[in-house]
């Protein structure tokens, strides 16, 4: 990167910023690592060796608040009049560390004036996330219980969830009313600049009538040679005084036009503060909505849980009676076999011994309960077949569930991904408002510096008003063909301003025997002073005062500045102070 600083200026023209557009702007880049800038150059912008390609921190005023640039190279091609594709890498040691704050791109032309510029970025490093995807496959009573407890996770995370709308409902009614605030001060300043732009305006015109008034002066003075000389001196050092007060009049204009432009921005930005809030109000709307549907079916879970958990119970009391269905069983199948073998015994018996009666009366019998022995261990059998039937259809059923249960369990994550999505929409809406507030703040500083110039302007114009009128009592008993000039018309406000400049004043001729009156000669027609015990008068209310102090003149004619710029009340008699609390009183 060459070290010579490149041009800047302080102009801001939002209207060429698409004379360059930026290609693959990430949202944010990994610190460690070079930055590839690509960016396409239309046809209407003519690209010049002194162009450039600077990182830019969001928020900056001016070309010069650059964090690191870029010399942007020529196209291969210059005489074609087509849109060219460009690229620059930043190394990484002129890069930003990984701080937070939101960065994009700028193309500065030779001149200092941007003609495009990117989307924010920043620097972070990136952060790793897994999800559970094993299946833990578990007995009928574990899936329960397990069920059991994702459901009260389920709850709880639905009553965070509620909770955190209900704070970005409030976050949200705060940002309106910050937003509120910002355009009702956004109005208010755009109020002053055009009180402060018509105050120019006036000034401007008083300038031009005192000019003209100083061309009589010199018409004048032509056919008198003897005074011409001083009156050249006095006139060289008015005409040289307006034109500096005109220069800072012209400067304040200036000033009041680039508040006016940046107002204009201000109000631009706050509109698109406005629609961000729409688009995050809308989010929200659909969030609460998918909530709702997310709290019916975590209900149909419960019921249908608390369900399969009374079908669990009644299978296990049925196991339980079956198993010992099937030991009894499983003890008559060997009471049979015993049968059987003692059945064998005896008939071998038997055979021996065919005429023993009572024997063959006890094979009988024992081959009744026999047959009943098998049919009682045939029914318990199917009966055993049944219950394992029914107990593989539950087991399949608690699969389903599960199965639906994690389907459930996806769609809470994907909510818990929307919410996350809108707080960083939030997040950047406050950052938003964060620059339309640090905004304000300059443009208060620098009405504030504006009023202190207009001060110093009212106390320069001021002191030329009572130069003037020194010199006119001054020419009062002079005999000179100046002092029955006509008098310049004063510029009256509709709504008088106690913080502006005063207008010119006019005074008329106090010596009706003399037709023009010199005044730049004193009484004695050397020295320009006036005695104490001579009449002066106000040039505002053209009062005489007979014997009074220049002083005291001039603390009555402050007097006449106390006019309410609200109500038009005069406040001649009242301090400074409470003049200016009665004007605050109005804001109220």
């Not at 409030?170 to 009702?184: A, G, H, M």
Request: net charge negative; hydrophobic share 30%.
């Amino acid at each position: 990167m060459d070290a010579e600083h490149p041009p800047t200026s302080n102009t801001m023209d939002s209207s060429s910023f698409s004379q360059v557009v930026f290609n693959n702007v990430e949202k944010s880049y990994f610190p460690g690592q070079s930055v590839k800038c690509a960016y396409t150059i239309m046809a209407v912008l003519k690209p010049n060796i002194k162009d450039w390609v600077g990182i830019f921190k969001v928020g900056w005023s001016t070309t010069r608040d650059y964090y690191t640039f870029l010399w942007a190279p020529l196209p291969s091609d210059l005489e074609k009049e087509e849109q060219a594709e460009q690229e620059v890498v930043f190394e990484v040691y002129y890069l930003p560390k990984e701080d937070g704050e939101f960065y994009q791109f700028c193309y500065v032309d030779s001149r200092g004036l941007v003609r495009g510029a990117s989307t924010p970025f920043r620097f972070q490093g990136g952060h790793e996330s897994s999800l559970e995807a094993d299946l833990l496959v578990v007995t009928t009573q574990e899936q329960v219980d397990e069920i059991e407890k994702e459901a009260e996770d389920l709850r709880r995370e639905n009553r965070q969830q509620g909770e955190t709308i209900v704070l970005l409902k409030r976050e949200l009614e705060d940002r309106l009313l910050e937003l509120r605030k910002t355009r009702e001060s956004v109005e208010k300043l755009g109020s002053e600049v055009s009180k402060l732009q018509e105050e120019g305006e006036e000034e401007r015109q008083g300038r031009e009538a005192v000019f003209a008034q100083l061309g009589k002066l010199e018409t004048t003075l032509a056919g008198t040679e003897e005074q011409s000389l001083e009156s050249f001196r006095e006139k060289e050092e008015l005409q040289q005084t307006l034109t500096a007060l005109r220069d800072r009049q012209d400067k304040v204009v200036a000033k009041a036009r680039q508040l006016r432009a940046e107002n204009e921005e201000l109000k631009k930005r706050s509109s698109q503060a406005e629609e961000e809030i729409d688009t995050l109000r809308e989010s929200l709307t659909e969030l609460e909505r998918g909530k709702s549907q997310a709290e019916s079916e975590l209900k149909k879970l419960q019921d249908w849980s608390q369900l399969l958990q009374f079908d669990l119970g009644n299978a296990q009391r049925e196991n339980v009676k079956l198993a010992g269905e099937l030991r009894n069983a499983r003890g008559a199948a060997e009471s049979v076999q015993v049968l059987r073998s003692e059945n064998q015994e005896l008939r071998r018996a038997l055979e021996e011994k065919k005429e023993n009666t009572e024997i063959q009366a006890q094979c009988r019998e024992l081959d009744l309960k026999l047959q009943e022995a098998r049919a009682l261990a045939s029914s318990e059998t199917q009966r055993a077949g049944r219950t394992l039937q029914e107990v593989t259809s539950v087991r399949r059923a608690h699969e389903r569930e599960g199965a639906e249960c994690q389907e459930r369990k996806a769609q809470l994550q994907y909510w818990k991904h929307e919410f996350e999505i809108m707080k960083d929409r939030l997040e950047k809406t406050e950052m938003l408002l964060t620059e339309s507030r640090r905004g304000l703040e300059e443009e208060a500083v620098r009405c504030g510096i504006q009023q202190l110039e207009i001060e110093e302007l009212r106390q320069a114009n001021k002191d030329l008003q009572m130069e003037m009128q020194r010199l006119r009592r001054a020419g009062q008993t002079q005999h000179s063909p100046l002092s029955s000039l006509p008098d310049t018309p004063a510029v009256q406000l509709q709504h008088p301003n106690p913080y502006s400049l005063p207008p010119v004043p006019s005074i008329p001729p106090h010596t009706p025997s003399l037709l023009y009156p010199n005044p730049f000669i004193g009484t004695t027609g050397q020295s320009g002073s006036v005695t104490q015990g001579s009449v002066k008068d106000c040039p505002v209310c053209r009062v005489q005062f007979p014997g009074i102090t220049d002083e005291e003149l001039a603390q009555h004619v402050d007097s006449h500045e106390r006019i309410c710029p609200f109500c038009g009340d005069l406040f001649e008699y009242f301090t400074q102070e409470e003049f200016e609390s009665h004007v605050y009183a109005h804001d109220y």
